[in-house]
């Protein structure tokens, strides 16, 4: 069982910055994947971006330009950096694992962007 826990949501203006990290509860150097999901209220839950244990990353093009994702093995963390937030990137953000054939999620941490 691995566990992930969210940090650094928030309330912020538009055009303001803020950095998501997300924990693990064991090494991520072999993780093949990890990444972030939103969702809005009365939405579904929507990729954002991801990074592969080699480094790739993907990114949702309502995103791409504007955040960045990155790790830390040594602290077993992945981090969304999330700049030039606007208004519709208000939503519970996730973070996921998929480890060992399980896909885990985080408990959620709220991002607010007022405009």
């Known amino acids: 069982q691995v566990q992930l826990v969210e940090s650094g949501g928030g309330l912020v203006q538009a055009g303001g910055s803020l950095r998501l990290s997300c924990a693990a509860s064991?090494?991520?150097?072999?993780?093949?994947?990890m990444g972030w999901y939103r969702q809005a209220p009365g939405k579904q839950r929507d990729f954002v971006a991801r990074i592969t244990s080699g480094g790739s990353t993907n990114f949702a093009a309502s995103v791409k330009g504007r955040f960045t994702i990155s790790r830390d093995n040594g602290n077993n963390t992945v981090y969304l950096q999330m700049n030039s937030l606007k208004p519709e990137d208000t939503a519970v953000y996730y973070c996921?694992?998929?480890?060992?054939?399980?896909?885990?999620w985080g408990q959620g941490t709220q991002v607010t962007v007022s405009s």
């Open positions: 996921n694992a998929f480890v060992r054939g399980n896909l885990y």
């Open positions: 064991e090494s991520i150097d072999n993780i093949a994947a």
